[in-house]
Nanobody, 125 residues
Framework: QLQLVESGGGLVQPGGSLRLSCAASGFTLDDYHIAWFRQAPGKEREGVSC????????NYADSVKGRFTISRDNAKEMVYLQVNSLKPEDTAVYYCAARRRVFRLCSLFPYYDYWGQGTQVTVHS
């Protein structure tokens, strides 16, 4: 059974950092593009970052460029999102999602087949 489990969220002050992790099981990770999305209360789900199946392509939302970094370790079946210089507007539930590789590039549109349960990130002083 394909499963994605996020961890690493928490409460952090503005300017702080977190490392979000997404553990994959039940499928071969290197066949899948992975993306991170977030959803704040009352707002639509937003694509934050994605990484292609072999890691050669990454993409970021303009709102997080220069502050967030996505990476993956297919051998460990893990995907990471390093989030730095956090702002209150980064407060949201963060989800990882998987989509089997069809095209070479990953996407920030929510056309992903499998989703984790989310991890809460709260940025508050």
């Amino acid at each position: 059974q394909l499963q994605l489990v996020e961890s690493g969220g928490g409460l952090v002050q503005p300017g702080g950092s977190l490392r979000l992790s997404c553990a994959a099981s039940g499928f071969t990770l290197d066949d899948y593009h992975i993306a991170w999305f977030r959803q704040a209360p009352g707002k639509e789900r937003e694509g934050v970052s994605c990484i292609s199946s072999n890691g050669d392509n990454t993409n970021y939302a303009d709102s997080v460029k220069g502050r967030f970094t996505i990476s993956r370790d297919n051998a460990k079946e893990m995907v990471y999102l390093q989030v730095n210089s956090l702002k209150p507007e980064d407060t949201a539930v963060y989800y990882c999602a998987a989509r089997r590789r069809v095209f070479r590039l990953c996407s920030l549109f929510p056309y992903y087949d499998y989703w984790g349960q989310g991890t809460q990130v709260t940025v508050h002083s």
